[in-house]
Nanobody
């Protein structure tokens, strides 16, 4: 069982930056692929970024490529999402999720554990 708690969301102006954190419980964090999805009002849940359990592979949605960076600190059981050059269209609730021994899929259904989400609002 893995419990995930996101933090770091908030209100930021367009062009600004935020770093989201997702802290995981448990002693086997390093064996989980981690990802970020987001859900904006009136839209479907959207894949943002993922990292394989080994950390050797990362994947990004085209909409965030070059602006967002996913990383992990296994010693702290934490995955991060550094978000730069934020745009109003990045406004959403951001969720982290975990899949044991995953390769970093873009498919939400493969992830077994989800956090409660953190709100990111980008003003124009």
């Amino acid at each position: 069982q893995v419990q995930l708690v996101e933090s770091g969301g908030g209100l930021v102006q367009a062009g600004g930056s935020l770093r989201l954190s997702c802290a995981a419980s448990g002693r086997t964090f390093s064996s989980y692929a981690m990802c970020w999805f987001r859900h904006a009002p009136g839209k479907d849940r959207e894949f943002v970024a993922a990292e394989s359990w080994s950390g050797g592979h990362t994947y990004y949605a085209d909409s965030v490529k070059g602006r967002f960076t996913i990383s992990r600190d296994n010693a702290k059981n934490t995955v991060y999402l550094q978000m730069n050059s934020l745009k109003p269209e990045d406004t959403a609730v951001y969720y982290c999720a975990a899949e044991r021994l995953g390769m970093g899929s873009v498919v939400a259904g493969l992830y077994n554990y989800w956090g409660q989400g953190t709100q990111v609002t980008v003003s124009s």
